[in-house]
């Protein structure tokens, strides 16, 4: 089985770890570079991404994480984990800094002010059919997409909340709270190819 660690800092560590965990993957919670070093794969959880970037930092992971991924190594992250992987952020609070590996501007609290959850299904080709039953919660969106990444999922209006680039997927929304198994299938597939 593949070895895949969920950095487990901040956020929904449980949630991620259990849907892996039911398809197969040997997974491990990641808080140090000597844990990371021992996985093929890493997924960054959905939470508070400024807290999870302090934790990082704080935990001499910001530049593990980003030699790895700059390595080729899968990362796969939802919401949180998505601002994480952005290149760039159009309002991150001051000094908030991310790991890149999404040639991307991302927007936190996108979806602001009253309306900060919905759900809705995504028709996404990179998966097929069903649709997929998103949830998002305080998400982000991806404001500019460069010519490295590629949008996977958009919402009707147009707007992108589903990135990939190489082995690298970030999402907006959360399939590991909901019955939604295939993007973490296709992460895993990823760390079968690598
Ligand atoms: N708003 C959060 C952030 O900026 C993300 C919310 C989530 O992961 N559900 O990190």
Redesign the pocket.
């Known amino acids: 089985a593949p070895r895949v660690g969920v950095l487990a800092l901040q956020?929904d560590v449980r949630e991620h770890t259990r849907v892996l965990a039911e398809l197969g993957a040997d997974v491990v919670p990641v808080r140090r570079p000597e844990e990371l070093a021992k996985v093929q794969g890493l997924v960054l959880p959905?939470?508070?991404?400024?807290v999870?970037d302090k934790l990082a930092r704080a935990f001499g992971m910001q530049e593990p994480i980003r030699s790895a991924i700059a390595e080729g190594m899968p990362v796969y992250g939802?919401?949180?984990?998505l601002?994480l992987l952005a290149d760039r952020l159009a309002d991150g609070i001051a000094g908030q800094q991310t790991f890149g590996g999404l040639d991307v501007t991302v927007r936190?609290?996108a979806f602001g002010g009253q309306v900060e959850s919905f759900e809705t299904e995504l028709s996404v080709p990179a998966v097929g059919e069903p649709p997929v039953r998103a949830t998002f919660?305080?998400?982000?969106v991806v404001e500019e997409v460069g010519p490295a990444a590629e949008a996977i999922a958009a919402l009707p209006d147009g707007r992108v909340v589903g990135v990939r680039q190489g082995a690298v997927i970030g999402l907006s929304f959360?399939p590991e709270l909901d019955a939604e198994t295939r993007f973490h299938e296709l992460f895993l597939a990823s760390v079968q190819d690598a």
């Open positions: 956020g959905g939470g508070e991404s400024s999870i939802t919401c949180a984990g601002i936190r609290n919660i305080r998400a982000p959360h």
